[in-house]
């Protein structure tokens, strides 16, 4: 039996637990204009054949929102809008996609750099015209092959128009293209964001607060 006064200091010896901390994600369905949503992870219509998200919405951290909502405005002017794909990404569901894909260009490892999606600042966007249609990109979405990429021998002149039109856009307002993912843009300074783990149903319940990841 340990002596109470030992037991005393092992408690006082003890790490606290860290507080929870303000996530600061926000629904990027408000957003004025609000762009398409096809949230794929919502659906069995993805590269893991398995539904991952409870529900069809997605969330930014709010600083990338806003740069969101200026890239929408500028479009919004051409006739143009963002279909979002996906955003933030619990770290939970990021390691689930790491056990299935283990190639590092396609899928963040999640012991490496935690993901990029898991901090509310990568956005996966494709553009559309002003009936919500689809232009025209160099391969589908989640397509883990070589014409995915940014500099793809395959993509017609079309296709690169399309995507260096989007990225434009998406430059202009602090996003950075992901050279192996056309679809796929970070906010700029995303690896200073913290790691995040609330789930889409806290977020649904309105929770704004979530525990730190170590």
């Known amino acids: 039996m340990i002596p109470r006064f030992a037991l005393l200091l092992l408690l006082a010896a003890a790490p606290l637990p860290a ?3 303000p996530h600061h994600l926000v629904d990027v369905g ?9 949230i ?9 054949g398995a539904v991952l998200y409870p529900a069809a919405r997605a969330y930014l951290h709010r600083d990338a929102a806003r740069a969101l909502q200026a890239v929408q405005r500028d479009l919004a002017r051409d006739g143009l809008g963002l279909k979002i794909y996906d955003g933030y990404r619990p770290l939970s569901v990021q390691q689930k996609m790491w056990d299935l894909v283990r190639d590092e260009r396609y899928v963040s490892n999640p012991a490496v750099n935690r993901g990029r999606h898991t901090r509310g600042t990568a956005v ?3 553009l559309v015209d002003r009936h919500g249609n689809e232009l025209a990109m160099p391969s589908t979405f989640d397509a883990f092959t070589p ?5 793809s021998a395959t993509m017609t002149p079309r296709q690169r128009a399309n995507m260096q039109r989007l990225s434009a856009a998406m430059e202009r307002r602090g996003f950075l293209p992901y050279p192996f993912e056309w679809w796929h843009f970070d906010f700029r300074g995303w690896e200073k964001f913290p790691v995040l783990n609330v789930t889409f149903e806290q977020l649904a319940r309105g929770e704004t607060r979530a525990e730190p990841v170590p």
């Open 30 to 38: 408000r957003l004025t204009p609000p762009p398409l949503l096809e």
């Open 40 to 48: 794929r992870y919502a659906t069995p219509y993805n590269f893991t």
């Open 147 to 151: 014409a995915a990429h940014r500099d």
């Open 19 to 21: 507080a929870p901390v």
């Open 124 to 126: 996966d966007v494709t």
